[in-house]
C-alpha cells in the first residue's frame, strides 16, 4: 500500500511539473519572450475553468474569471503568432483567439451554455494543435 501511494504522489509531481505556474497579467502578455512562455501562460490560465464546461451554475466571480481567461487567452493568441510554425499552427492559433472572443461574448449575454461552448472549443484548439503540430 506505501509503496501504490508512493508511486501516485510520484506521477502527481511529474505531471505537475510538465506545465510550470506562469500567470502573467495582461500588460505583461505582449512581452513574453517564447513560445514556451505562451504554452505555459495559456495552461496556467486555462486550467482552473476547464470544469465549468460541466458546471454550469455561474456566479458573478465565475463570470469575472471567464472575462479574464478570454482576454488573456486572446492576447497569448495574438502573441503566438510571433512564433508561427506555419499554416497549421496558424489555424489552431486564430481558431483558439476566436473561441476566446467567443467566451467574452458569453460573458457579455451572462449565457452559461454559450461559454462552455467556447471553452470547449478553446480545448479542442489547443489539443489539436498539440496534436498536430507539437
Known amino acids: 500500500m506505501r509503496s501504490r501511494w508512493l508511486f501516485l504522489v510520484f ?16 500588460e505583461d502578455i505582449a512581452k513574453l519572450g517564447s513560445l514556451k512562455d505562451v504554452m505555459a501562460a ?10 465549468k464546461i ?8 465565475d463570470w469575472l474569471t471567464l472575462r479574464d481567461v478570454s482576454v488573456r487567452i486572446l492576447a497569448t493568441s495574438d502573441r503566438a503568432e510571433a512564433w508561427s510554425r506555419g499554416s497549421l499552427f496558424d489555424h489552431y492559433d486564430a481558431a483558439l483567439g476566436a473561441a476566446a472572443k467567443d467566451l467574452g461574448a458569453a460573458v457579455d449575454q451572462k449565457s452559461a451554455d454559450l461559454a462552455a461552448q467556447a471553452l470547449i472549443d478553446m ?5 489539436a494543435c498539440h496534436d498536430h503540430v507539437r
Open 11 to 26: 506521477v502527481a509531481a511529474a505531471s505537475l511539473g510538465c506545465v510550470p505556474y506562469f500567470n502573467p497579467p495582461l
Open 42 to 51: 495559456q495552461a496556467t490560465i486555462t486550467d482552473p475553468v476547464w470544469t
Open 54 to 61: 460541466d458546471d454550469r451554475a455561474y456566479g458573478e466571480r
Open 123 to 127: 480545448r479542442r484548439a489547443c489539443r
